[in-house]
């Protein structure tokens, strides 16, 4: 398909000179939708200017965010309330209600859980050059991440508890047992993940103790709690093969992968489909849990996450109406807020 095509060559071919720019290819999109699909966006264009609407999109796969979508006053990334699911709508239908909760019946104080299956430890391999054993999968842009988020969580005054496990502390054991205390409101996962074509749910994380935490360990890990919590999981991976060839970052594999989670069990998942991490991805990762700490649902934080640092960036104190989106974005802040998409209803809060 020519439209994937071209997502591709301007989304991870980022360095190369392009004759089409990210809002050419967003309006494109508009224009390729279903004209039933475009009167609905005008609608909304139309109609909610005093409020946000929450966009919750039931599909099969993914293979262009529809965040990227331009309707000629902006893209959706940065304008609605967006989440995805995957696979058959719920025949039992969908629970729109939004709560509204008085200020003082809000949630404070939250426990967050922290798992960094980076590799630092194992596998290695000898190298001849160094003569040395040398670490086979680095994963130097998520140790960044798993720095940061460790720093952020400690400063935040919202935290309750955290647990980590990131060196000799990660192993199958911990981690599973602290999944199944079902005491956590956040779960936030780097590594890298050894994916499975055949069957995409044992797919697996090596944790340091020689053993494996596998999609479906951790899913069947929440379903096992006995509390009511429902996490709000964050999941920044690096996908390999089980030959250990690391697998360029696609929307097709991360969908087969989200797949496996019970959206019934959880607040919903935040998935990032480009690991880099920089000025952009380090703020919008504190900004959404900034947002969702304070009460917004998740679908906001994120919208809202984007929005600040596109308001940092263009003026300081200016009214969002007054900003040119268009004009004003460049690609590196495009590539960076359409790498974060949300699966689960966008309504949802932190419970």
Known sequence: DYLIKIYNELFWNIEVEKDITFVDFG?????????????????LKQDCTDHIPHIFLILDNITIPFDLIHDGSGFTSL???????????????????????PLDQLKQKFNILIFGS???MLPSKWDDATKNNVLMYPFNEGVNELNHIIQYFSESSFVDHMEYYIQENLTRENILNSIISGTNDIIHVIGNLFYSTENPKNSYFITNDYQTVSISDINYAIKKTTTTKKPFIFFNVRIFNLLGVQLPSNLKVISKIIQNFDQNEITGIIVRILYEFND???????????????????????????QKILLNKV????????????????????????????FGKPWKMLE
């Not at 952009?280 to 009460?295: H, V």
């Open 27 to 43: 309006k494109l999109l508009y224009l390729s939708l279903p004209k039933k699909l475009r009167n609905i966006f005008l609608k």
């Open 79 to 101: 304008k609605y309330s967006i989440g995805y699911s995957l696979g058959e709508p719920d025949l039992r239908g969908i629970n729109s209600k939004i709560p509204v909760l």
């Open 118 to 120: 980076l590799n630092l």
């Open 280 to 306: 952009n991805t380090r703020q919008l990762i504190s900004n959404i849990y900034n947002n969702l700490t304070d009460g917004f649902s998740q679908g906001i934080s994120v919208l809202k996450a984007r």
């Open 315 to 342: 003026a300081s104190n200016v009214d969002q109406k007054e900003i040119d989106i268009q004009q004003d974005m460049n690609v590196e802040s495009i590539i960076a807020f359409n790498s974060f998409l949300l």
